[in-house]
């Protein structure tokens, strides 16, 4: 538990109407994840933000001199939610370091393993752990006119998912005795079951490898995944509209609620779900395969889909330092692993292959460096451009919305929105659902895009179904591609984590692994003031962040603040400890970190 000495604002008298606030931890897996914030309650809103992470691990030290076949297995261990992710990201960039392509049923598996695992986290996120902050109880004690007015609207697709008004929806969400939150709970049970038929453990693969998977492929394996996906499928045709109707009734009731948790529009995806038909992992044709994921790759700004080239991604990877608790590596006295890359273009020694890891612990001090999370920027050739995932889905569908490339008989990407083709299941009829490019990228549409993307997820699972079956019953059955360990190489994956963009880069020499650097999401999402002072997506969406909490400072919960952070799926947020500007604690149970605690 990280506490903190709470006081009035540097700037502040003690009868000033800007307290300094911190929530910390927010835990986030195994590290933490700490909001310092100053709150204006005259003109009610949030005039500065600082986010922190007080833990250190270093997997990029360790993995030095490691046999780079075990990097998968190690990596796995960053984290205990989606560390299939990191198997997965890791196996691909193994794949391009030795290369070798999977046979396709057994890419065909890998993609349904990941589609699994989008169904099952995005699942138990978005109703038993973010849904909590807009459940009937914490509306109550946070907006008791919000519920008051929720209880006499009439929720337009009450028809689809069962509750006449949007009280009834929020009572759905209360912890424990909610009947949808206790649903969702269920989902969460079979769709890991799925994932575990493909990769055979959770979180942890024992059958993901590269060259391919050591998953048995069978006709009945398929059948085991086809009934517990339809099973999904009903239940997305009763949750899509459950939200849509829940997020519609914020904008409705709280005008102005659209600048909670907004920033700029910085979206970066690094695509998933590879096409083996494509993809061969080699770096020369990664741009090819990368525009053939399933998931479209891409970096977007303001609106604009600057590029969706996987190479440009690359290139443009940059990791600085600011406010971090460690020392730079670029002041020419340590090693640079990579001059150029496999097609010739030149690698900035700030780039992930190049990166050293030379930690610096230190006192907290938030006018220097006060976190262990670096800067991850991406540049555009002018500025280093400070990306957030928004929790991943609405990076994901926002960069496949634009690209209009992802086309099967389930999924139409269109160029301004994504079309969801969901078949008849057994209550319900065949449905079509289509997510638009939003106006903003905030609180509430980080979130309804993480419920458009598990249909998207479903919808894709189906068309990896068929493959792999068509791929069964033709004979090819085999699922693992020998290979060879090199002596000398470089190589980078990319995928997208649960939460966001992820890219694992390794150079080995003499065998061995010389350099390794995985960068999930949080770094990118939680990142701090870097050197030129740009404030990380975090900081920057809560900061300006209209309060509209009816509470006065001593009762003060902080909803808008924990609804803006959230909505990039910080993972886990349990026991909340605030401290207010008199300097007492309070203490919060946000979500049942105990009795339902499902890692």
Known sequence: MTTTESKLAATATKDSDVVEMAWDPITRIVGSLGIYANVNFKSKVVEECHSTSSIFRGYSIFMKGKDPRDAHFIT????????????????????????????????????????????????????????????????????????????????????????RTIGDIMRSLNPLEGEFYREALHVSRY????????????????????????????????????????????????VVPLHDDLFDFFYEALPGYEHVGERRILLGCWGSLQDPA??????????????????????????????????????????????????DWADGSHEKFVDIDPLGNPIDVRHPWNQ???????????????????????FDGKDHLALDTGGGPIARLWSTALSGLVNTDYIQATGHSVKIQLPRT???????????????????ERNRARTYFQAYAAALALHFCEKAMAEVRAGRTETWTPFKVPEEAISCGFTEAVRGVLSHHMV???????????????????????????????????QNTPIFEENPPERFKGIDIMRAVRSFDPCLPCGVHMFVGNGREKTHLHSPSIAVKPY
């Open 76 to 163: 796995s261990r960053i984290c205990g939610i989606c560390g299939d992710n990191h198997a997965t990201c890791s196996v691909y960039a193994q794949n391009m370091a030795y290369g070798v392509a999977p046979p396709h049923l057994g890419e065909w598996i890998v993609n349904l393993g990941e589609a699994a695992e989008y169904m099952f986290d995005h699942n138990i996120f978005q109703e038993n752990l973010v849904g909590v902050d807009y459940c009937e109880r914490m509306v109550k004690e946070t907006n008791p006119g919000v519920l008051e007015l929720a209880n006499r609207t009439e929720a337009p697709h009450a028809g689809d998912h069962g509750y």
């Open 191 to 238: 769709t890991r079951e799925m994932f575990c038929l493909m990769e055979g453990r959770h979180v942890h693969p024992s059958t993901l490898y590269p060259g391919g998977v050591g998953t048995v492929a069978t006709i009945q394996l398929f059948t085991d995944y086809l009934t517990r996906l339809m099973r999904y499928i009903e239940f997305m045709k009763k």
């Open 278 to 327: 494509i993809c061969d992992f080699s770096y020369q044709n990664m741009e090819a395969w990368g525009r053939r994921m399933f998931v479209t790759p891409g970096v977007i700004v303001d609106g604009n889909l600057v590029t969706n080239s996987l190479v440009d991604i690359n290139l443009g990877l940059r990791i600085l330092l600011g406010s971090s608790y460690y020392d």
């Open 356 to 378: 050293h890891t030379l930690p610096k612990p230190q006192k907290r001090d938030f006018a220097g460096a006060y976190s262990w999370t670096m800067s991850p920027r991406w």
């Open 426 to 444: 057994a209550l319900k009829p065949a449905t079509e659902y289509e997510w638009k490019i939003p106006r903003w990228s905030n609180a509430l």
């Open 508 to 542: 080995i020499r003499d065998g061995k692994i010389a350099n390794y650097h995985p960068y999930p999401p949080t770094p990118w999402n939680g990142s701090v003031r870097d050197s030129y002072g740009t404030p990380g997506p975090y900081e920057d969406a809560v």
